[in-house]
């Protein structure tokens, strides 16, 4: 099955929400010195200040799954775009610490949600063969939105605007959150969800509007799958069914954090400034290191279906701990300090290749529709939980020894390189009713 434009236009729109949730989560990386500078912020408390967008996405992602099932995952993005504008302009505005912080809190529940809804609408309206590039789209705009969030950064400071600067950095984002809100006003329901509602008549016109080539064959097969699901509606994530798909999700989740990639992107200008880099020319080597992270990323997406999620983890973890190994012993003997903005392009072109371009479709995929819901909330709140402590603690560890927060990131990486060895099953190629059979099967043997 090829894919047709009305599959195209939803997979953009829903992949939006990815967009903004990017460029919200690492815009903050060119703000950290102003507002520590305005708030006179220690680093624990510059901790706090970064992560209470993150304990706002921990929320948003423990919650997500109700209005999705409940309203769908279309008008649940739709709830999260209105909070990604009243994040972007509270922000602009904010009076003080305290407003500041509310409103990067309510951005966060709307990344926590965007991150659950978004790559569980695009899962469940992509065709099987091209499932993994269309939910990988999701992750390709993530990168998108912290490329530009670098370039905004950037441009913004050469503006010279003074103390109002952080004003605009932090604001920009309400005008693409407008968008993305207008924006799904034009896309369909998840087929999925409109069968789990009783509403087959309406999953039918989603199936050919969107090119299935036997819309009723599948339809049928939906409404099988989801009769089987309602059957053990109730069923808590918990049971043993469900251990494979839910060590799957909670560890794919926190090892993509546990690789530093976030403390990383958060606190880049701060990374070079440990290595005598300027404000804007730190800014532009975070554009350089975030021009690597989106052609990786396209370059991932290009082959995960071809290549499979499994071997790119493989490959890109191994690849994670050398990387990291190095960047340690830069800052532990202070030596090649130079070299610093090449390890960070090369660790960011690994991370791409690996945990950024399978991290959302493993949890997208493991689980079965009737749980998929409480499935992806459980994953996309690992990876925000790992994220938001890492977040508050880099700071401080790092103002100790620089060279201390990616020793461990090292090591964790070599640990998850044995984990998705022995223990990750593979899901490229196969339809998720089908998927959802096998997982049952492996997790009862």
């Known amino acids: 099955m090829e894919i047709n434009s009305h599959v195209i236009k939803s997979t953009v729109v829903g992949a939006l929400g990815g967009l903004l949730f990017g460029f919200d989560t690492a815009v903050i990386s060119g703000t950290t010195a102003a507002l520590t500078a305005a708030y006179k912020l220690s680093p624990a408390s510059l901790g706090v200040t970064v992560s209470i967008a993150l304990w706002g996405t921990v929320l948003g992602a423990l919650t997500a799954g109700y209005p999705g099932q409940r309203w769908g995952r279309r008008d649940s993005l739709r709830v999260m775009a209105l909070m990604y504008v009243i994040s972007a302009v509270g922000c602009a505005f904010a009076w003080n610490l305290l407003a500041l912080d509310v409103f990067r809190f309510?951005?966060?529940?709307?990344?926590?949600?965007?991150?659950?809804?978004?790559?569980?609408y695009i899962a469940e309206i992509a065709p099987p063969l091209w499932r993994g590039r269309l939910v990988g789209f999701f992750q390709t705009n993530v990168v998108i939105g912290i490329l530009l969030a670098y370039m905004s950064n950037l441009g913004i400071r050469t503006l010279k605007l003074g103390a109002i600067e952080w004003r605009f950095q932090l604001g920009v984002s309400a005008i693409p959150a407008l968008l993305f809100f207008m924006a799904l006003f034009f896309i369909p329901r998840s087929p999925r969800w409109l069968v789990m509602k009783q509403r087959s008549a309406e999953a039918?016109?989603?199936l050919i509007l969107i090119g299935v080539?036997?819309?009723?064959?599948?339809?049928?097969?939906?409404?099988?799958?989801?009769?089987?699901e309602?059957?053990?509606?109730?069923?808590?994530?918990?049971?043993?069914?469900?251990?494979?798909?839910?060590f799957v999700a909670l560890s794919v989740g926190a090892f993509c954090q546990l690789s530093g990639i976030n403390a990383v992107l958060y606190y880049l200008n701060d990374i070079f400034s440990l290595s005598g880099a300027s404000q804007i020319s730190g800014d532009v080597q975070a554009v350089a290191v975030g021009s690597m992270n989106l052609i990786a990323t396209l370059l991932a997406m290009s082959v995960i279906d071809k290549f499979g999620r499994k071997k790119l983890l493989l490959t890109g973890t191994a690849a994670l701990s050398v990387c990291l190994g190095?960047?340690?012993?830069?800052?532990?003997?202070?030596?090649?300090?130079?070299?610093?903005?090449?390890?960070?392009?090369?660790?960011?072109?690994?991370?791409?290749?690996?945990?950024?371009?399978t991290v959302w479709v493993y949890i997208?995929?493991?689980?079965?529709?009737?749980?998929?819901?409480?499935?992806q909330s459980l994953g996309s709140s690992s990876h925000w939980i790992t994220n938001a402590i890492i977040?508050?603690?880099?700071?401080?560890?790092?103002?100790?020894s620089a060279s201390m927060p990616f020793?461990?990131?090292?090591?964790?990486?070599?640990?998850?390189?044995?984990?998705?060895?022995?223990?990750?099953?593979?899901t490229s190629g196969r339809s998720l009713e089908t998927l959802q059979h096998q997982l049952d099967v492996d997790s009862l043997v």
Do not use: C
Request: hydrophobic share 55%; charged share 15%; proline share 5%.
């Open 326 to 357: 190095v960047i340690a012993w830069v800052f532990a003997t202070h030596r090649h300090e130079n070299w610093l903005v090449w390890l960070l392009m090369i660790y960011i072109a690994f991370f791409a290749i690996s945990q950024g371009a």
């Open 106 to 120: 309510i951005g966060g529940i709307a990344i926590g949600g965007s991150s659950v809804l978004g790559p569980m």
């Open 213 to 228: 080539e036997s819309p009723r064959s599948l339809l049928k097969t939906i409404e099988n799958a989801v009769a089987e």
């Open 391 to 400: 977040t508050i603690v880099f700071p401080v560890m790092a103002r100790r």
């Open 204 to 206: 039918l016109e989603v």
């Open 407 to 426: 020793v461990f990131f090292a090591a964790m990486m070599v640990l998850d390189f044995f984990l998705v060895l022995f223990i990750y099953p593979e």
């Open 230 to 246: 309602q059957r053990l509606a109730g069923t808590s994530i918990l049971k043993m069914r469900y251990r494979l798909p839910v």
């Open 364 to 375: 997208s995929e493991v689980f079965p529709t009737n749980v998929r819901a409480k499935g």
